[in-house]
């Protein structure tokens, strides 16, 4: 929040103070599916809206409602009130239609259905250092996730919506031509894989994770007809090695950890290296001055709120690390938005 004023303003404190306003109205959207419907029949009017979300306030109170997502970005309006038409925005009509391969919406929901209540108790973790999750009853965030198969899915496809921008922008930024390998370590859905493989026919890609995420892959593979080059295979990160290949990737893994368990991880990524190899992580690198990508350090703070130890980080650390373990020389990469790719080269 800058004030660009020569005297004060309140105008950014309460813009910032009343930011979870905005947040809900997107996130009720995308609960209710108005995006994908908007899509599918272009354009609706505030009633016929009202009528399929299953709406019982008044009309004023959808007209507001309506208005706001319109004044937020999210959807275009041509008439007013009772004559409005309402028609999705470009960018929603690209990434919130759900039944759409470019749909991000699945962090959306995670962050409506998880994080939005969790992070209400934000002060919380700041006083303890612990998580303030489901690790509050005991469970382990992770345990508590992948035993059961529909938050599982919701968070598989949640941080598919939040890496998608990164990944297709690593497909086209990042020099692929001398790789004919790569294994995504942690691979989820296979995005990462799939992103990379699409824009460079040469390489065949290995999506790498535990057993029970690989239906969902595969289903994504399908999607995507690229069975011939994206493979899923299982491992434990924690006990098994990495699959050698030309290029390790990480997309979002990095931060979930300690630092002590950040550099075990590089070091299996060294290990699975060839001589000349190059191990990229995908992540929301904060910048070295910690004052640019706010959007890294509140994931960050996300991170206290999820794991209680793991966090992000900048280039900096990560070029610290990667000397620690026997990397030869690092870069940052910018993708998109506040997605960067830390490069670490053996």
């Not at 709406?55 to 007013?80: K, Q």
């Not at 035993?147 to 990944?167: C, N, P, T, V, Y």
Request: hydrophobic share 40%.
């Amino acid at each position: 929040m800058n004030n660009q004023q020569n005297h004060p303003s309140p105008a950014g404190i309460m813009q910032i103070g009343t930011g979870f306003w905005a947040s809900k109205v997107l996130l009720s959207a995308v609960k209710f599916k108005i995006f994908t419907i908007l899509a599918e029949r272009r354009s609706m009017s505030a009633f016929e809206i009202k009528s399929h979300a299953g709406f019982n306030c008044t009309n004023r109170n959808v007209y507001d409602y309506l208005d706001t997502l319109t004044g937020l970005g999210f959807l275009n309006r041509e008439g007013i009130l009772e004559t409005a038409q309402y028609s999705n925005s470009i960018d929603t009509e690209f990434f919130l239609d759900e039944k759409k391969p470019s749909y991000i919406g699945g962090m959306l929901e995670m962050l409506n259905n998880r994080l939005y209540g969790f992070w209400g108790n934000l002060e919380s973790g700041l006083l303890t250092g612990h998580p303030q999750n489901e690790a509050k009853q005991g469970d382990n965030l992770f345990e508590k996730l992948y035993a059961d198969a529909d938050r599982l899915k919701e968070f598989i496809h949640a941080m598919s919506g939040i890496q998608m921008g990164g990944f297709m922008a690593l497909a086209q930024k990042f020099d692929f031509s001398k790789a004919r390998s790569l294994v995504d370590i942690g691979g989820s859905a296979g995005l990462l894989s799939l992103m990379v493989a699409r824009h460079h026919p040469h390489l065949s890609c290995i999506s790498w994770d535990l057993p029970v995420v690989a239906p969902i892959a595969n289903e994504t593979i399908q999607k995507f007809q690229l069975q011939d080059r994206v493979k899923v295979a299982n491992g434990d990160f924690f006990k098994d090695p990495f699959p050698e290949a030309d290029i390790i990737t990480m997309g979002n893994i990095l931060h979930d950890w300690d630092e002590e368990t950040k550099l075990m991880l590089m070091k299996k990524a060294y290990n699975a290296l060839p001589e000349g190899g190059a191990f990229v992580v995908i992540e929301s690198i904060i910048d070295d001055e910690r004052k640019e990508n706010v959007f890294g350090m509140l994931m960050s703070i996300n991170m206290l709120i999820e794991t209680g130890t793991g966090f992000d980080y900048t280039h900096a650390d990560f070029n610290k690390w990667a000397r620690q373990v026997g990397f030869k020389s690092t870069t940052l990469l910018p993708l998109a938005g506040p997605t960067s790719a830390a490069i670490a080269y053996k």
